[in-house]
């Protein structure tokens, strides 16, 4: 099976950044696409950023468009999601995610789950 762990979150004024890191373990022979989402109080789960493991092909959702990128070190085996310019609207418990072929920003799509990690921020 797969493993994914989270870290990175915390607590930012408006306008500051984070970084939040996935590092995945187990059989990850079969992922070939991992994603961001994010997920706040009484709101559904919403696809932020996804990339294609096995090249450069990255998808950003229109409303970090600009502001958020997403990243990989293979050789450690760990996604990254570099957040700038945060908004209080930004503020949600974000996780991450892995998949087989094919990149998608829709939940339902993932079979893997990190336990999510809390980013606040404060204007």
């Known amino acids: 099976q797969v493993q994914l762990v989270e870290s990175g979150g915390g607590s930012v004024q408006a306008g500051g950044s984070l970084r939040l890191s996935c590092a995945a373990s187990g059989d990850t022979s079969s992922v070939k696409n991992m994603g961001w989402f994010r997920q706040a109080p009484g709101k559904e789960r919403e696809g932020v950023a996804t990339?294609?493991?096995?090249?450069?092909?990255?998808t950003v959702s229109n409303s970090v468009k600009g502001r958020f990128t997403i990243s990989q070190d293979n050789a450690k085996n760990t996604v990254y999601l570099q957040m700038n310019n945060l908004k209080p609207e930004d503020t949600a418990v974000y996780y991450c995610a892995a998949k087989g072929w094919g990149p998608s920003l829709a939940a339902y799509d993932y079979e893997y789950w990190g336990q999510g990690t809390q980013v606040t921020v404060s204007s």
């Open positions: 990339i294609f493991t096995g090249g450069s092909s990255t």
